[in-house]
């Protein structure tokens, strides 16, 4: 744990950058509070496409401030992507953006609108994750307990058997997609609440192995990169600053 | 009949009249299964037709679609409302994301506790007064075009269209300052397809109130 804390702190202050301003504007650019909340998802994605980001993280009600009078939150919120030369806000609009331009859309539109389903389910589930944290204390581990009820009972089972019926490595058209990765991402979120929890579903078991092993992603999953811990109490504390809520 | 979308929900808005609503803008007929007892949910569950043993589910091309976000883009796209490429289609998402949001506090209303529903009214009154309603105003005046997005109807302003109703019906006093935003509303309820949906005897649902809720989740174990 003090390990993770320690990774984290590296992660949010004065990680190395490139310099080269050339350089810099051609990466998207993520304004978010350092921690996974929205944003985490549209890391994954970025990450799983082998796409080099860079980070500005919000710590003061100032920053956030200076971003909305500036125009450039559409509805005052973040995540914010800056990205291809447009100003982009809406956790999902930017997700399925990433998506099609990195080819992770699937094939049609068939594809599409099951690939938008599988995804629409695990956004569900880590949202209501992210806001477990910021549930009172004594009210938390009901919280995490039903998250991982409602995995264990209403998402997990409708994935292993989508793996089942097709018996491909993939969740739709035999090949990598949005869906995949955000899969792979929930998983392992819920894994953190209760690590056995795949232990009766066998397919979702071999996924997550054959998933984190693909480079871009086998990368990510390791220490010194974008991926941020689970949410603590600083992170908490950080956004109500921020948000004044 | 065979080759209708079938829409399979409570009789009520919800989070569906916007499906409703898309379908019906897109000249598109369509029937509706309305879960009335626990065994019509039942029924559903049991024959593996709802994939996270949710509703709302349409059975459409073959599909059985849930997630309302997937089947609404599944609609605008088959019925072209969704932009001509994908930086339209980038815009319109992020417009209908913040719909979606507004859209949710009011549901949220429905299920509210008596003793927060006062701080919930104001909340809701803030948002759209300062938050949404700007930002649209905004848009269509940055290019005083007809519509949202790339000069064609498009989902985004059928659901917008959608939201400014029940801002109306919620108060109507906050439409005041955006004249853009009631010349849309106007404009796109004129459309034939939205007209004939607003008219009495349209599939058009009543609003939505905490009793309703309330009978509907007692129909859904959970």
Not at chain 1, 71 to 98: C, K, N
Not at chain 1, 175 to 200: G, T
Request: with cysteine.
């Amino acid at each position: 744990m003090l390990g993770r804390t320690w990774a984290a702190t590296i992660l949010c202050h004065g990680a190395p950058q490139e310099t080269r301003p050339e350089v810099m504007a051609s990466k998207p650019k993520l304004y978010y509070f350092c921690g996974r909340g929205r944003m985490e998802s549209i890391r994954w994605l970025l990450a799983a496409a082998g796409v080099e980001f860079e980070e500005e993280f919000l710590e003061t009600r100032e920053q956030y401030e200076k971003l909305q009078e500036d125009g450039r939150l559409l509805f005052g919120q973040v995540p914010l992507v800056e990205i291809d030369g447009m100003t982009l806000t809406q956790t999902r609009a930017i997700l399925s953006y990433l998506a099609a331009k990195y080819n992770l859309y699937g094939k049609d539109l068939k594809e599409r609108v099951r690939i938008d389903m599988y995804v629409d389910g695990t956004l569900d589930l880590m949202l209501t994750i992210a806001l477990a944290a910021f549930s009172a204390p004594e009210d938390r581990e009901k919280a995490q307990a039903s998250i991982v009820q409602k995995a264990k009972t209403r998402y997990f089972p409708a994935f292993e058997k989508i793996l089942k019926d097709h018996g491909e490595d993939y969740l739709i058209g035999n090949k990598f997609s949005w869906a995949d990765i955000q899969l792979l991402e929930a998983i392992l979120m819920v894994e953190e609440l209760d690590a056995p929890v795949l232990s009766d579903f066998p397919l979702l078991k071999a996924f997550k192995t054959r998933i984190s092993n693909i480079p871009t992603i086998k990368k990510f999953l390791q220490p010194g990169s974008p991926r941020k811990p689970p949410p603590d109490r600083h992170y908490v504390e950080t956004v109500r600053r921020v948000l004044q809520f | 009949m065979a080759g209708k979308p079938v829409l399979h929900y409570f009789n009520l808005r919800a989070r569906v009249e916007s499906i409703r609503w898309l379908l019906a803008a897109a000249g598109v007929e369509f029937e509706e299964k309305f879960i009335e007892t626990p065994e019509d949910f039942e029924k559903l569950r049991n024959d593996g037709l709802l994939m996270f043993q949710q509703v709302p589910m349409v059975e459409m091309d073959g599909m059985n679609l849930v997630q309302s976000r997937a089947i609404l883009n599944y609609i605008a796209t088959k019925y072209n409302l969704y932009g001509k490429d994908v930086k339209e289609r980038l815009l319109i998402d992020m417009y209908t994301e913040g719909m979606a949001d507004l859209y949710e506090m009011f549901i949220q209303l429905t299920v509210t506790p008596p003793d927060q529903i006062d701080a919930k009214i104001a909340l809701i009154k803030d948002r759209t007064k300062n938050r949404y309603l700007p930002a649209f105003e905004k848009v269509l005046k940055s290019h005083g075009q007809d519509y949202l997005v790339g000069n064609k109807l498009s989902k985004a302003d059928i659901l917008l269209t959608e939201l400014l109703y029940t801002v109306e019906e919620f108060d109507a006093s906050l439409l005041a300052s955006f004249p853009l935003l009631q010349a849309l509303k106007t404009r796109i309820s004129n459309l034939p397809n939205v007209k004939k949906f607003l008219q009495p005897g349209g599939q058009r649902k009543p609003p939505t109130t905490a009793k309703m809720m309330e009978e509907a989740r007692k129909l859904v174990k959970p």
